[in-house]
């Protein structure tokens, strides 16, 4: 029962963020400053661990490749599928729970422990409209970071099979290019979309309906983190089997 509580709570709250809306220049300022925050933000830490990653999928995949008759071209197809369908947009969507989403239960958190959403609502202010939907908007530049994610992770993949001596230049680029089907971009992205909805919106729940005090807000982020996560898993395992099944 406190489940179905809990996620009762999180459709009333998204009715809420919808229902009446902040004046139009207000909102404008806080788009561009969640922006800054969750989306720009994160590309640095997006870019390291994708490069890297990328690297280390190719180098586990030649390694597993030894039989002289698998031509060389299909390292840079699986690390090409392991990172445009799965890697990309879900286990980097995961690792963005536990950055962009404690980031934003704990300072939602913090205004709900210091009553600064009680002086919002108090000045006649939606608060969940101000304080979440500029998130959503935000996050629905996410496939940006996870297309950055997609091409760094291929290009680590690149230079660690070529300059690893794990293959060349020419079987990397023909194995790139090997069967590819468009359609699993548009899967990713599609999912990325779904992703950002979830990494905006249940971080938010989390903060804005957490009670107690400032050892509260720290476990709001842990059950943030936990949410989100398995939401995602549960989100990439229905739109995987909607669309490629």
């Known amino acids: 029962m406190k489940y179905l509580s809990d996620i009762g709570s999180y459709f009333l709250m998204l009715k809420k963020v919808f229902g009446g809306f902040t004046k139009g220049s207000v909102l404008r300022e806080l788009i561009f400053k969640e922006i800054d925050d969750l989306v720009i933000g994160s590309l640095g830490i997006v870019a390291f661990i ?77 608060s969940l409209n101000y304080l979440v939907f500029p998130k959503i908007v935000a996050m629905m530049f996410y496939p940006l970071v996870i297309a950055l994610a997609m091409f760094l992770g291929i290009m680590g993949g690149y230079v660690a099979g070529v300059y690893g001596g794990f293959t060349n230049s020419t079987d990397f680029g023909i194995g790139l290019r090997d069967t590819f089907e468009p359609f699993h971009l548009v899967y990713a992205f599609l999912k990325t979309f779904v992703f950002a909805f979830i990494i905006a919106t249940v971080p938010s729940w989390q903060g804005y309906y957490m009670k107690g005090g400032a050892l509260e807000v720290g476990k709001a982020s842990t059950n943030s983190f936990v949410w989100t996560s398995v939401l995602i898993i549960l989100a990439n395992y229905i739109i995987t089997q909607l669309l490629l099944s």
Request: zero cysteines.
């Open 50 to 126: 994708s490069f890297f990653v990328g690297g280390v999928i190719t180098i586990q995949t030649a390694l597993n490749l030894t039989n002289p008759l698998i031509p060389k071209s299909l390292i840079a197809f699986a690390t090409r599928q392991s990172i445009i369908l799965e890697f990309a947009p879900t286990f980097m969507s995961i690792i963005m729970a536990g950055k962009v989403g404690s980031f934003i239960t704990s300072s939602i958190g913090s205004m709900r422990v210091t009553e600064q959403i009680d002086a919002l609502e108090v000045m006649g202010i939606n």
